[in-house]
């Protein structure tokens, strides 16, 4: 089994790009989770979707950020316009029913 | 879900046992205690979780005491591969997907 795969594994970019990160799950997973980690809020549930449909956004903390998982197999979470405030670490996890989370490898971003 | 308090760090010389002990005082009678831990740049990774009685797998031993306000996680014989931040976190099994990380014990293992 491959894990959570995460693209990309680091991305820089200036203000007010747009930026996407990607997820893929491991197969059979049917949650998945986007998690959002920095030295001072420690790690924080972004958005989590059950069978490709969104739960609970409450973490999202605000309108530039959005997530789609338009199939089991891949999701998003895009930034627009991004804000240095923006820069983390981005991860994504997913589980079977009644199981664990397993989490991928993260996205290091930095806006500048 | 219920709050953790656990130690801010702590040190372990390699080979022996590292026991790391989390408060959950206000833990309810549907929910479990999870551990996981998290090596620098990497993911989260799961540990072990467990309810009342004691469990045991091949990472790791979870000690929940009998009014389960407290449990210890038991790394046996600690390697240096074991420096991570561990985290301790409350939860039921089902119904509520959420985890709630605080800021976990970072554990450092000294050779």
């Known amino acids: 089994d491959a894990g959570v795969i995460q693209s990309p594994r680091h991305e820089v970019t200036e203000m007010g790009q747009e930026v996407t990160l990607r997820c893929k799950p491991i197969?059979?997973?049917?949650?998945l989770f986007w998690y959002r980690q920095t030295m001072m809020r420690g790690l924080e549930l972004l958005i989590y979707f059950n069978n490709n449909v969104p739960i609970d956004d409450s973490g999202m903390p605000e309108d530039r950020f959005s997530a789609k998982m338009p199939n089991a197999s891949f999701s998003t979470l895009k930034i627009q316009p991004s804000e240095p405030r923006d820069s983390a670490v981005y991860f994504c996890?997913?589980?079977?029913?009644?199981?664990?989370?397993?989490f991928g490898p993260g996205t290091r971003l930095l806006v500048l | 879900d219920a709050k953790t308090t656990q130690p801010t760090s702590m040190d372990c010389a390699e080979g022996r046992a590292a026991n790391l002990p989390c408060n959950h005082s206000t833990i309810s009678g549907n929910e479990y205690v999870y551990w996981y831990r998290q090596i620098h740049s990497q993911g989260p990774q799961y540990i072990i979780h467990?309810?009342?009685n004691n469990e045991t797998n091949e990472m790791a031993s979870l000690i929940i005491t009998e009014d389960r306000k407290s449990s210890t996680l038991i790394l046996p014989h600690a390697t240096l591969r074991d420096t991570a931040v561990y985290y301790c976190i409350v939860r039921p099994n089902f119904g509520n997907e959420k985890l709630t990380f605080g800021t976990g014990t970072r554990l450092t293992i000294i050779p």
């Open positions: 467990g309810l009342k």
């Open positions: 197969s059979g997973h049917n949650s």
């Open positions: 996890a997913s589980r079977r029913p009644q199981e664990t989370q397993y």
